[in-house]
């Protein structure tokens, strides 16, 4: 059985991680983040509810801004990575938890196909649906496959599965992959204040958190193309544990 799971996993990560695919939209942003005070009984309080400290990353400039998430990244332990993007009118879904230095795991679909997989200590570990394996291997392989785990070396065909297992290479990848850029609005991203940058060659926007350390939050385009990425559970504890009796893949060759 000759699979081609790889290049087409490797072409769909990419794709959706990459800034110059998830581009920029028309997203309505606040110019600030507002505060407020309360009342009681027609009594004006004098108590404010305390903003977090602002970590000056929005008086920055856009090409500062882009560097100080990517050196914030650099010290990150682990990262979750989810949304979807349209390419070629298929729409491109993941949702993943990478791990410095030691693997990641999740799923991802596209056109209908999903699988879920892992990479951990340089092996990288598959487990499709069945429309996902009826697609690359038949009716067979559906129900052969069907549970199961497959496993492979995150080198040869899988190489580039392997980014997986370097959280700073690959959300580096994210962030340096743009045009000409610009500052854009004060925002707030799930509550959180957040300074944008617009990339004017690919239309591409980027939020990072503006309070707290300065990790990118968030990556929105507009369009039938469009599709919106978001990341977050910075250094969150992520167990990987290799699937027990998963196939090796090799003897399929």
């Not at 990244?73 to 938890?97: P, R, Y």
Request: overall charge neutral; charged content about 15%; some cysteine.
């Amino acid at each position: 059985m000759r699979f081609r799971i790889a290049a087409w996993a490797v072409a769909s990560l990419l794709f959706a991680c990459s800034l110059s695919a998830c581009g920029g939209s028309t997203k309505s942003t606040s110019s600030s983040t507002k505060r407020t005070s309360s009342a009681s009984n027609g009594t004006a309080s004098t108590s404010q509810v305390t903003a977090p400290a602002s970590n000056g990353i929005a008086s920055k400039s856009a090409n500062g801004i882009v560097a100080a998430a990517l050196a914030a990244i650099d010290n990150a332990k682990s990262a979750h990575i989810s949304g979807t993007v349209v390419s070629g009118g298929s729409a491109i879904s993941l949702d993943l938890d990478l791990v410095s230095g030691k693997g990641g795991r999740g799923q991802m679909s596209e056109g209908g196909l999903s699988f879920q997989i892992e990479v951990v200590s340089n092996e990288v570990y598959i487990n499709g649906s069945p429309a996902f394996w009826r697609h690359f291997g038949g009716e067979a392989a559906a129900e052969l496959f069907q549970g199961k785990w497959l496993k492979a070396p995150a080198s040869g065909q899988f190489a580039s599965l392997a980014q997986l297992n370097n959280l700073h290479e690959l959300l580096g990848t994210v962030l340096s992959t743009h045009g000409a850029l610009v500052t854009g609005p004060t925002s707030t991203v799930d509550g959180q204040s957040a300074a944008s940058v617009h990339d004017t060659t690919k239309d591409a926007t980027l939020y990072v958190a503006a309070t707290g350390t300065p990790y990118p939050l968030e990556i929105v385009k507009g369009g039938s193309q469009g599709g919106r990425l978001t990341f977050s559970r910075f250094n969150e504890s992520v167990p990987l544990t290799p699937p027990p009796d998963a196939i090796d893949i090799s003897q399929f060759k």
